[in-house]
Structure formats: C-alpha cells, structure tokens
C-alpha cells in the first residue's frame, strides 16, 4: 500500500463494532473443495443449496453474506480460460441467486457481486434496488471490474489486452486505473438512480387524479467519460434509500472507487502487520477524499480452514492442495486451524483497526458450519460478538444511518444530505 | 391430463375439448390500473407480487407475467403523473418469487436492444435453475432514442432493424442456451474430474449486431431454454412468433378477430418446419365479475370511469392530436384544430402511442362518431380505447372464455386485473372452478415445468452430440 498512513486508530473500532460475513462462491474458495467428502458438487447450480448455505449463515447470525461473480468462467489463472476440468464449472447470476434466497431469510444482509465493466448501471441500479424491496431493506451489491479479454470477448464491445504475466489480477496499471475509474462513475449512476426518487413521491392524491408528485422524480443527468445516463430510475426508492456498496482493495493505492465510491471496503491482509497498514491506509484515502468520519466500514478477507484440531485443519488444506496439484495462494490470509484459535486471531486483528471480518470458507459444506457453530459462540464468549440480532435493515445492522436523497436534501436546508453516523 | 374428454363447441363437435391456458398479468404502468381504488394495494412491495403468484398458482394457471420498463413516460415534456408509476426489475422479483412459489411459470419482458445476449442467457439461464424450470422470456424490441438516454449504449435501432437484432440476439442467446448439453458435470471426486471435457459451454455467434465468442458459464437448465414469448402484433413481428415464439400474446380478443390471428399465425409455422400446437396463441384480456350480468355490466361501467378520468382522456387525445390540449374540457367537444403531423414529440416512452395509424385519419373518424352519438371527449375516449373483454357473472365469463378457446379464437388467455395485487382472487375462486367442471382447465398441475403445463417438450440441445445417451434431465 503506497498511501501514507493517515490518523492512527489506536483503539480500534469502538466495542459492539465487530461485524462478521462470509463470502459464498461454488463448492467453497479452495480449488479443490468440491472433492471434499460431503461438498455437495453435483448441486452448486440448484436453488437448494444456496437457500441452504445462507439459511446456514442466517442461524449463526453472521451479518451478511456475499455472493461472488464474474461474467465468465473462473480461469485458474488470471490471464484467461485453461482448459482445466478438476476446477468447479457452472455458476448462477448472483443477482438472481440473492434475490432467491431473499425471502427465505429475515435478517441477514445479502450482497450479490456485480461487474461494472460489461453491466448497465441502469439494469443495476434497479436489480439492486428490487432486491432491496424483495428482501424488506436488507440489499447491498459488490462491485467489481474485469480486465479479462475473454471476458470482454462474451460481449463483443471492447477488447482488452493481456496483462503482464507478473500481475496478481492479470491487468496492466493503466487499464487496471481506467475500469477502476469507470467503476467509479458505474457506482455514482446507481446511487443516483436510488436518489431518482423522493421517498414520498408516490402521492395517490385521488382529488387530483396524480399518482405521483412529479416535483419528487428526478432526471439524473449524468455525464462521464464512460456513458451518460438520463434517469429517472423505474424502481421508487427502495427501503435503505441507498443499498450499501462494497468493493474489494486489489492493489495499488486505494482508487476513486474505494475512497469515494463505496460504503464497504474489503481488504485481503496477507498477515497481522498488514492488517493496521491496510486499514489505516484506506481510512486516511477516505478522509483525503472528504468522506465523514464513520460513514464506512472497513472489512478484512481471510481464508478459513476450521477442525477441532489445528492438526486436521492443516492436514485438511494440504489435502486439498494436493488434489488441485499447487499450493493454495489466494492473496489473502489463510488460516488453518481451531475456531478458538480463530477467534482469537480476529479479535487481535479487530484491535488493529477493521470493523469486521468476511471469512472465505475454504470448504462451504464443512467450513460454513465450523463458523456458524463453532467461531460464533468463541466470539460470543470472549465478548466480541453481538448475541442477539438487532431489527431493522442492513444499514441499521452496521450501524449506518439512512441518507436523505440528495435531491430532496438540495431543496430541503433543514435535512441533512450526506449519510452520518448516528 | 386426468379430465375427461366431453363434447366440444357447437363448431368442433368432432374433437375432444381444447385444454384452456391462463396466465396473468401483474399490471404495469398503464390507465386500466385503478389505483384510487380504496382496495388497490402497492405496487412495488414484494408482498403484492407474492400475493398476486400464489392466487394464480392456487388457480392452477400457466403463468404470471410481468412487463419491464425502461423509462418513465413523458408528456408534454414533464413525466407523466396521473398512472401507476415505478416497477421493480423483472429478473429480481421473478427470481423471489421463485421462492415462495413451486410450479406457476415465472415470464418476464426483456428487451433486447438495451441488453446484451450473454447477460440476458446468462440470467435466464439462471432463473431457469433457480425455479425448478418455469422460466419465461418475453422478447421484445425498442428503437427509441427517448428510451436509450438511458444506457451507456446510447442510441438507438433504426426501427426497420430492430426486429433484425432481436432475432440475432434470440439466436446468439440459443446458441449460448445450448452450449451445454446437460451431461458435461460429472463430479467425480476420485478422478478429479468435474467436466467430462474441457469444452463445456464453448460458443462462437457471429452476425450482423453481435460478434461474440467464449465459454458460457451456465449449466443446461431445466428447461434447457426459457420458453420464449412474443407480442408484436405487425407482420415482422407476426413471422418473428412464427419462426422462433412458443406462445405469442395477441391484442386480439374478440371473436372475429382473434379467429382471424390465430388462423394468420398458426399458418405460418408450416414453412418454418413446426406444427400448429408448437405456437400458442394467448390474447391479453381484462375481466369484471358479478353475481348477475347486469351487476357487472354496472360495475364495469364505473371500473371505465375510473380508467378514464376526464385528465386521462385529454392526455389520450393528446396521443392523437400531438399537441397540448390541456385547454379542453373533457366533458366537451372535441378539438376543431386538426393533429400536428409528422413524429409524435408530445407523448413519450409510451408503446400505445407507435400504434396509432395516420392521425388525421383517426381524428376524422372521431370527430364522426362523437357527432353521431353525441359523446363528449371523455365519453369517446372511453368509447374507443377499448373494453372490459369479458364482463358478467362467473358462469357467463366461463362461458366467453371457453367458448372463444374452443372455436380457435385463442389457446387461452393472460387476465389482466385492474386492481392490483387481489384482482385475480374472485376469478381464482368463481370463474376457474366453472372451466374445470367443464373439463376445459387442469384441477392440478400435471407437469412440474412451465413447458409442461403449456403442453411443449423440452427442446433438445441443437448441437447435442450423437453418442450422449442421457437427455436433458427434466430437473437438476
């Protein structure tokens, strides 16, 4: 990280602050987790086994759950397709897949990734939106760009060219800063659109004949480098006014994208040093980019493996680095061990500055459970974790207040127009 | 199906009874919804939508159907106010519903000028997976400018090209439907072997509007498409439903004309190798029931006055006439000034309008028929910007409904409710336990796909190849 450490956290996030998620891809994050015994890998396309999966989450009363994607095949490498058949094959929208699962759960946040490079910012905005309305305000969405030339060959509309082989997502800097950049735009198109709306403006006035008050529709107006984008949304506004918005940090310099653009920055420390560099890092890109203070939360990724020993744990990751035939590097930590020892570590690393945790399981079947049953009550025990799961929406389950629209708040001086803690 | 076959109508004494198709609509952005009813609930909450799903799955319908929009719709250069306005996105609420639902298809619009055909087979695809089968798409086209201020695609089709790219864009996404066959994942822990090869999901569509190439990254789904839907009702559009739709939804619910359609339509699947059951004909219809005739004749009556308030009619005329009007008084004449010609710039984003035939024309045959009977503006707008298709008691409109089904003016029909989310509920309850005591609609879902319940086999994969034994499995 090449940004200068702003203010220290010395404390850390306040106590009641820790907020836990995983993330759910296939069979789970390890390569070769679908030949774990009991990974159900003839299942990963059926509405079963995701309902499945965050129902799961649900009862550990994890806060949220996100949902990974991308509009092509995952390659091994990150150059392009391999020609392997050992890798997990077969993927649904994620958009659809949260929507799914939304009105199976009450509480849980559902977080569908969404790739800003190939998508319209319109059909997003409203997906996200209905989501939010289908799940009664508990939507986000997690975006993400995508250099891949295969990728891009899918929509026939642009082409990339190959990364340098050395780079750890396959993209040259300069195309890496312009879709990071567009992303940017992708995610002020969509929040805008949310905005498009007053929250009263469906009137029903039966004496005048108007369902709604027009004064309260807005055009958006937007003009980019990218695309322009008329509005108003077709969707009213939905429940949290503004769904949250997350994005991982990759490399480089926290982007526009991630200073600016999102509510929820992903970070993926690689050990414990990293963990107070990261976060300070893009809490001090956030602060230089005028964001108020509290008004997003910080969250680190880390690979688990869980077993009652730390032994198994271990010999369970080499196992499954010995199926893909190469060891398991994905950027991040990766922890092998006891939910104890798991616990322990968070709550270290939650010193260090990040306000949560979104955990990759390595195996969903065997460690999504390991989680919910075991890492959970260690949390609860030590006091880092809420035991009881407050109501209301996404926002309120992280503490974030619900913005007025900012075109509401242009004519209404009394209200406040940006998003504050509460 | 486990009814019995009775005598039919008094045309076809000779064959058993036709099966009757129903689906129904959740209403979009139009006058017929009357919101002002103390009785409409919302139209966004997902409560409506699930409550809307559940009255046609207890009725045993095909279907429910939602529209898309992609604009709100301007007049007079300000957004128009006086109808529903917003709707949720088609894929997310189809997907929900998905959930608190197991066997009434899931249809959906989905245009395909603002989209792009890997997106849109990619969540189809998915929808199809995540309902067991029951996926629907509705392909329909927009060329408008208006339309496209919202998509960083910009522009806009030249109209004669619009049905051009929305074949290309069916076929591309037919291509990526089938680029699995269905048999590829085998999951074989011992082996290693997930794929049984490498090339699962490798498609290459070449053409005029796309140039796309790849590895598809969806398994075959239930249905292994999604039943394709059509509703363009000029002649490209007749010959795109021929050529390519499983069910086609007419405008045509009267007897003559929709005998006229169904004959012009189901000619013309020979010269695309299909046969007539291949292509259903589903005219879109609006009901009002009441314990007698006559008490619906009334209630029908003030469900009109309330689609059609004296605002609604001037705005209506304003389609036509293509100039502010806002000086008239509904409840008299029509304007003396002739309609302003060429493009209409008045009304915008709105389908109906694209409709019109030559404006002079159509006011002259107005002013005609106001003169002659003497109505005023609202009272010709109602006049002519249609009618309740079947109003009576229960017994009466299943009756209607059966009767048109039997003489080939329809397959059957998609019920369009003006009140929304429970205007479905009294026909669940009244006017379908009257078709299956006649032995014309299904007491239970016999099939667990939409293509079953809408009596269509599953298409097989088009490049399948010959040494697969296994067909595409009918749920995964």
């Known amino acids: 990280m090449s940004t200068p450490p702003g203010a220290p956290v010395p404390d850390g996030p306040p106590a009641g602050t820790f907020h836990l998620a ?18 159900p890998a003839r299942e990963l396309v059926t509405p079963g086994y995701w309902a499945g999966l965050v129902a799961e989450a649900e009862r550990g009363l994890l806060d949220f759950v996100t949902f990974e994607d991308a509009l092509g095949p995952p390659p091994s490498s990150p150059t392009g397709p391999d020609g392997r058949t050992d890798r997990v094959r077969g993927r649904l929208d994620a958009v659809l897949t949260a929507a799914r699962v939304a ?75 312009e879709l990071l950049d567009e992303a940017a735009d992708h995610v002020e198109v969509v929040r805008r659109l949310w905005d498009s709306w007053e929250d009263d403006a469906e009137i029903r006035d039966v004496a005048s004949g108007r369902f709604v008050d027009r004064g309260k529709l807005h055009h958006i107006g937007f003009e980019g480098r990218h695309f322009s984008v008329k509005g108003p949304s077709i969707t009213p506004r939905p429940p949290q006014g503004q769904p949250l918005v997350g994005a991982s940090a990759r490399v480089g310099a926290p982007p526009r994208l991630l200073a600016e653009a999102v509510d929820l920055v992903f970070l993926a420390p690689r050990d414990t040093e990293e963990v107070r560099t990261l976060t300070d890092g893009i809490r001090a890109a956030r602060s230089a980019a005028g964001q108020p203070e509290g008004t997003g939360r910080v969250f680190a990724d880390l690979v688990v493996f869980l077993d009652e020993s730390a032994t198994a744990a271990t010999a369970r990751l080499r196992r499954l680095d010995a199926l893909a035939q190469e060891p398991y590097a994905p950027g991040t930590h990766v922890f092998a061990g006891t939910p104890a020892r798991l616990a322990a570590l968070l709550t270290e690393w939650h010193r260090r500055g990040p306000d949560g945790f979104r955990l990759r399981p390595g195996v969903l079947s065997h460690d999504l459970p390991a989680i919910t049953r075991g890492l959970v009550p260690e949390l609860r025990r030590r006091g880092a974790l809420r035991t009881a799961r407050p109501g209301g929406t996404f926002r309120d389950l992280l503490g974030l207040a619900r913005p007025a629209s900012r075109y509401a708040a242009r004519y209404a001086t009394t209200r406040p127009g940006r998003t504050t803690a509460p | 199906m486990s009814t019995p076959n009775r005598p039919s109508g008094p045309n076809r004494p000779d064959r058993p009874r036709k099966q009757i198709h129903l689906a129904a609509h959740f209403p979009g952005v139009n006058n017929t919804t009357v919101w002002s009813d103390p009785a409409a609930g919302s139209h966004i909450e997902f409560s409506s939508f699930a409550h809307f799903a559940r009255t046609a799955e207890r009725a045993k319908f095909d279907f429910i159907f939602l529209a898309e929009g992609l604009r709100l719709r301007e007049q007079g250069g300000r957004i128009y106010d006086l109808d529903v306005v917003g709707r949720p996105d088609t894929f997310t609420v189809l997907a929900a519903l998905a959930a608190v639902t ?34 629907a798409w509705n392909v329909v086209t927009s060329w408008d400018a208006f339309t496209g201020e919202n998509f960083r695609r910009g522009g806009f089709l030249a109209r004669e090209d619009r049905y051009s790219r929305a074949r290309e864009f069916l076929a591309a996404a037919h291509t990526l439907f089938d680029s699995w066959t269905g048999d590829e994942i085998l999951a074989d822990r011992e082996s290693g072997a997930f794929l049984r090869d490498a090339g699962a999901g490798a498609f290459a569509h070449r053409g005029r509007h796309f140039d796309i190439a790849g590895h598809f990254d969806v398994p075959r789904s239930p249905q292994g498409r999604p039943v394709i839907f059509q509703a363009g009702d000029s002649e490209e559009g007749r010959e795109f439903a021929a050529s390519d739709a499983d069910a086609v939804f007419s405008r045509h619910g009267t007897l003559t004309a929709g005998r006229e359609f169904y004959a012009d339509v189901k000619g013309r699947l020979a010269r695309y190798g299909r046969t007539p059951d291949q292509l259903l004909i589903l005219p879109a219809a609006t009901f009002v029931l009441g314990d007698t005739d006559a008490e619906a004749v009334e209630l029908a009556h003030e469900v009109r006055l309330a689609q059609v308030s004296g605002q609604t009619a001037i705005k209506f005329l304003e389609h036509v006439w293509n100039r502010d009007l806002s000086g008239y008084d509904p409840d008299g004449p029509l304007p003396d000034i002739d309609p302003e010609p060429g493009e209409n710039t008045v009304a915008l984003g709105r389908a109906s309008v694209r409709m019109h035939r030559d404006p002079l024309t159509v006011a002259k ?30 017994a009466t409109v ?5 009767s048109l089904v039997q003489q080939d003016a329809a397959d059957g029909f998609i019920l369009v409710p003006h009140l929304t989310p429970t205007g479905l509920d009294v026909f669940a309850d009244t006017v379908v336990p009257l078709l299956q005591e006649r032995g014309a609609f299904r007491t239970e879902y016999t099939g667990s796909t939409l293509r079953d319940h809408l009596g269509l086999r599953t298409p097989p994969p088009a490049a399948a190849p010959a040494a697969v034994a296994t067909p595409a499995p009918a749920t995964v």
């Open chain 1, 103 to 177: 009105p199976l759960t009450r509480h849980i946040g559902l977080l569908p990734t969404v790739v800003a490079t190939h998508t319209e910012p319109f059909h997003v905005s409203k997906a996200i939106a209905t989501l939010d309305y289908v799940s009664g305000g508990r939507a986000g969405l997690l975006v993400t760009v995508s250099g891949r030339p295969d990728e891009a060959r899918h929509f026939g509309r642009r082409t990339f060219p190959r990364g340098p082989a050395d780079s750890p997502d396959g993209l040259g800097s300069a195309l890496r800063a």
């Open chain 2, 102 to 135: 197991e066997r009434i298809g899931l249809a959906g619009t989905i245009n395909s000028t603002f989209n792009e055909p890997y997106e849109v087979a990619r969540q189809f695809a998915s929808l199809d997976h995540l309902s067991d089968g029951r996926a």
């Open chain 2, 365 to 394: 045959e107005w002013r005609e028929l106001a003169a002659a009977r003497n109505l005023s503006i609202r009272e010709l707008v109602i006049e002519t910007t249609g009618r309740q298709t079947f109003v009576g008691s229960a």
């Open chain 2, 398 to 402: 299943a009756d209607a409904i059966d």
């Open chain 1, 22 to 39: 995983v993330a759910l891809e296939g069979a789970g994050a390890h390569p070769a987790a679908w030949r774990e015994p009991g990974s």
